[in-house]
């Protein structure tokens, strides 16, 4: 890993070698500039113009930003990075700080809109990722986002086979974010695969409207269906008109819960168990799918995003199953149909199921 000295060395070339690995799409930078250019337009559509970035170097994002009026704030810790950054942004506040070590003590209580920061968070071990986004987020207006680009991957499994893939060229001092583990700590957590060897986590301020504290998801155990059955008997109770009764609904989740072939989960924020998803795997000639037969949300967490984020866990649970895609029953309301509809899931031919390919 390069300390301060060496990237100070590295400065003046470590644009024009950046993309040299981005144009070729190889291992560590594919995607780089798709990753800069979407934090840049999702900044660009939120709102408010102050802005912290992490880990700055040249400021090639926050440049950007800069020329079309943005207030930035930068923290690198490399003395020549620095100076090519402010020749860019002259009214910048920038911070030489090694952010291994927490914030600086400038930044006070200082709140930001947007806090960005690519290709820097590998530099953490992955418990300090945790620890850093969530001091991060105490950082943030109200509706504010952290984007993280970087070199990421869905699952360990990904992580390992680009690591035998490019054994020559892979940095063991750098320690790559696994999308899938970092939300089972950040539930929260939203990840966007840009390219095969990188990707954007984001994270809402907390008590944003889809910000839940606490979240835990787990595999569904057989003394948790009596947990769960009063939210499918509420569920059906006022979505479906139903009268569904406690022996009715035990069955019916443990019938799915007990298949060999089964992924039913639940969802808890502290003690309280908030939702929770049941299905199971099918094979269908060389493709196996994951056949959703219900995901609940109680009542009174609803609205809050916690349905998308928790589709979200499951299908990066799938995926690292082996699951090329979801399916589920089409859905006739138009408040589900909504709902599936912005996931990506689409209608199939059969108009019968909805299905979204992983």
């Known amino acids: 890993m390069l300390d301060h000295k060496g990237f100070d060395l590295w400065a003046d070339g470590y644009d024009r070698s950046v993309n040299l690995s981005d144009d070729d799409n190889t291992y560590p930078f594919a995607g780089y500039k798709r990753v800069l250019a979407r934090i840049y337009e ?13 880990g700055f170097g040249t400021g090639v994002l926050t440049a950007k930003l800069y020329e079309n009026g943005y207030d930035i704030t930068g923290i690198d810790f490399s003395k020549r990075m620095i100076q090519i950054a402010r020749e860019k942004m002259p009214r910048a506040r920038l911070i030489q700080y090694d952010f291994s070590k927490g914030l600086p003590a400038e930044l006070g209580d200082s709140k930001f809109d947007s806090i960005v920061c690519t290709y820097a968070i590998h530099h953490l071990d992955d418990a300090s990722k945790i620890v850093f986004l969530k001091e991060l987020r105490k950082h943030l207006n109200p509706c504010g986002r952290i984007y993280v ?9 990904e992580l390992n086979a680009c690591r035998e893939c490019c054994a020559d060229e892979w940095d063991e001092d750098e320690i790559y974010f696994v999308a899938g583990e970092i939300r089972e700590k950040l539930c929260e957590a939203q990840f966007e695969q840009i390219s095969h060897c990188a990707g954007i986590l984001t994270l809402e301020a907390p008590g944003g409207i ?19 059955v009063p939210l499918y008997m509420e569920h059906y109770n006022t979505y479906e008109g139903g009268a569904w009764t406690h022996d009715t609904t035990y069955k019916r989740i443990h019938q ?17 168990v908030i939702g ?22 109680a009542h009174a967490h609803q609205g809050k995003g916690i349905g998308t984020q928790f589709m979200g866990l ?15 029953q089409a859905v006739n309301d138009e ?24």
């Open 42 to 54: 999702q900044v660009r559509q939120g709102s408010g113009t102050r802005v912290l970035d992490i």
């Open 256 to 272: 799915v819960w007990n298949r060999e072939d089964s992924l039913c989960m639940i969802l808890e924020q502290g003690s309280e």
């Open 149 to 157: 680009g970087d070199i990421a991957f869905p699952t360990r499994a």
């Open 276 to 297: 929770f998803v049941m299905g199971y795997f099918e094979q269908y000639d060389d493709i196996q799918a994951y056949d959703l037969v219900e995901i609940v949300i």
């Open 335 to 358: 408040m589900h149909n909504q709902f599936y509809g912005n996931l990506g899931y689409q209608d199939c031919k059969n108009l019968v199921l909805k299905s979204k390919w992983l």
């Open 210 to 228: 889809s910000m839940i504290h606490e979240m835990t998801c787990r595999q569904m155990a057989e003394q948790d269906i009596d947990l769960v």
């Open 314 to 328: 499951i299908e990066a649970k799938v995926k690292e199953l082996g699951g090329a895609m979801i399916q589920l």
